[in-house]
C-alpha cells in the first residue's frame, strides 16, 4: 500500500510482552524502510515468535515512487487486495490500507494517494476492538450516482472484526465535493455468525435488484447477508445468514454468468513473499446464496473447491481477486507475490474466460470471453 495509507494499518500488540517489543520494534523497521502491507491470512500463523505480516511483508513491497513493468502492466504496481472501478476516464485500483491508484488506459499506473485523510477516524471503529486497528481489503461499485465502499476494520488476530460501508459522489480528489459520508458498521462479530472473521466484503446487485454482501475468512467459514437497499446495511439487527463455507477462503468475490453464478475465494498462506502459497478457488450455483459446487459437484460446505490460479516459480502466491468489467469483456483483478521484485505483492489485471464445460478461466486457447450481464457490468462503471 501507500505510505499515504500506512496510517490505516497499525497493529494490535501480541498477548506477550516479549511478542509486543518484537512487533513494535519491526515495525518501526518498517516504517522508516518502506509501506507496510497488512492483510487478514488464510493459514493461521505458526505459534511461534514470528512478527505479524504487517512487519515482514513491509520490507518487500516496493517503494510508492518505484515504476515496475510486469505482466503487461507500467508504473506503481505494489498493490494488496485490489478491487477497481471507473470514473468518467480514469480506472482506480483500491487496496489494503486505503490506498488508491489511477490510469488512463489500465496499462500504465500512478499512485493517487489514500482514500481518506490520515487524520481520518470515524468514531465506531474502536467500538469493538478499542486499541489501533486496520482497514483492509475494500470493495467498491457505483449505483444511484454514488460509489458505494464496504471495507474491513480489523486488527491482527483479532477476530471482532466488522464491515463498514461509505459513499461518496466522486473518485476525483482535486472535485471539491470529494467527500466520503460515513454510514457506520453493517455488520460485525456479534451478529456476523458465530466465530467469523467480518472481513473482506464483496457487494453483489442481482437482476432482481436484491443486494447481498459476502464475507468471512478461513475462522468460520464464508457468509452471506442480504442488503436493505435503502440503507445498505442488513434489514435487522439479527439478520438471516447464508452458510457459504464453514472455514474455506478469505477475499471472496461473486460474479453472474450466463447460466450461473460464480464465487471466487483464496487461500493459502499470504503475506509471506516468495514464501506466499496463496491461490484462487472457485464454485458455481444456479442460485446467488448457494450451495456452491466444484467441478465434481461437490460442496464449498465441505471444503471441496476447484483450483482456478495458483502460483509457480516467478509468482510463488497468487490471490484476493476482484473483477471488472466493460464493453465485451470481463477483467479478474488480483495481487501476486513476484519474485523478480524480492516478493513484492504487484497488480495484475487479465481477462476472463469462459471454457466449453461453462467454467471461467484465464487461458484464451479455444475458450469465449466471459460475458458479464449488462446489468452487473453497470455497477463497474461510474461518472
Not at 340 to 357: F, H, T, V
Request: aromatic residues 12%; glycine residues 10%; positive net charge.
Amino acid at each position: 500500500m501507500d505510505f499515504n495509507g500506512l496510517i490505516f494499518t497499525f497493529m494490535l500488540p501480541i498477548k506477550t510482552i516479549v511478542m509486543k517489543s518484537l512487533l513494535q520494534s519491526t515495525f518501526l523497521i518498517a516504517l522508516l524502510a518502506a509501506p507496510a502491507i497488512v492483510s487478514a491470512q488464510t493459514t493461521p500463523p505458526p505459534a511461534s515468535a514470528t512478527p505479524p505480516p504487517a512487519a515482514s511483508s513491509a520490507r518487500r513491497q516496493p517503494r510508492a515512487d518505484t515504476n515496475i513493468v510486469n505482466n503487461g502492466l507500467k508504473g506503481n504496481l505494489g498493490v494488496h487486495d485490489p478491487v477497481m472501478v471507473k470514473a468518467g476516464d480514469t480506472y482506480y485500483v483500491l487496496a489494503t490500507g486505503m490506498s488508491m491508484k489511477s490510469s488512463k488506459d489500465m496499462v500504465n499506473w500512478k499512485n493517487a494517494g489514500s482514500l481518506w485523510d490520515r487524520n481520518t477516524k470515524f468514531s465506531w471503529w474502536n467500538n469493538d476492538i478499542p486499541d489501533k486497528v486496520g482497514l483492509w481489503a475494500p470493495d467498491i461499485h457505483y449505483a444511484n450516482g454514488q460509489y458505494h465502499l464496504y471495507y474491513s476494520v480489523s486488527a491482527w488476530m483479532n477476530f471482532k472484526s466488522s464491515i463498514g460501508y461509505a459513499t461518496n459522489t466522486t473518485l476525483d480528489k482535486s472535485n471539491p465535493e470529494y467527500k466520503w459520508v460515513d454510514h457506520g458498521q453493517v455488520i460485525g462479530y456479534k451478529n456476523g455468525g458465530e466465530g467469523v472473521n467480518c472481513i473482506d466484503p464483496n457487494a453483489f446487485t442481482d437482476k432482481d435488484g436484491k443486494e447481498w454482501l459476502l464475507y468471512g475468512s478461513y475462522k468460520s467459514g464464508l457468509r452471506m447477508v442480504e442488503l436493505d437497499p435503502k440503507t445498505g446495511k442488513p434489514f435487522n439487527d439479527t439478520p438471516e445468514l447464508y452458510t457459504i463455507t464453514t472455514s474455506l477462503g478469505e477475499g471472496s468475490f461473486i460474479i453472474k454468468g450466463p447460466e450461473y453464478y460464480y464465487i471466487f475465494a483464496s487461500r493459502g498462506k499470504c503475506c509471506a513473499g516468495i514464501e506466499s502459497t496463496y491461490q484462487m478457488v472457485m464454485g458455481r450455483s444456479k442460485t446467488v446464496t448457494g450451495p456452491y459446487l466444484n467441478k465434481n459437484g461437490e460442496s464449498w460446505k465441505d471444503n471441496k473447491y476447484s483450483l482456478f490460479l495458483a502460483g509457480n516459480y516467478d509468482e510463488p502466491g497468487r490471490g484476493h481477486n476482484g473483477f471488472f468489467a466493460q464493453g465485451d469483456t470481463t477483467y479478474i483483478v488480483y495481487h501476486a507475490y513476484t519474485r523478480s521484485q524480492g516478493g513484492a505483492s504487484l497488480l495484475n489485471i487479465k481477462p476472463l474466460y469462459i471454457d466449453a464445460e461453462g467454467w471461467p478461466t484465464i487461458e484464451a486457447a479455444d475458450n469465449k470471453l466471459f460475458k458479464m450481464p449488462e446489468f452487473e457490468k453497470k455497477v463497474f462503471n461510474g461518472k
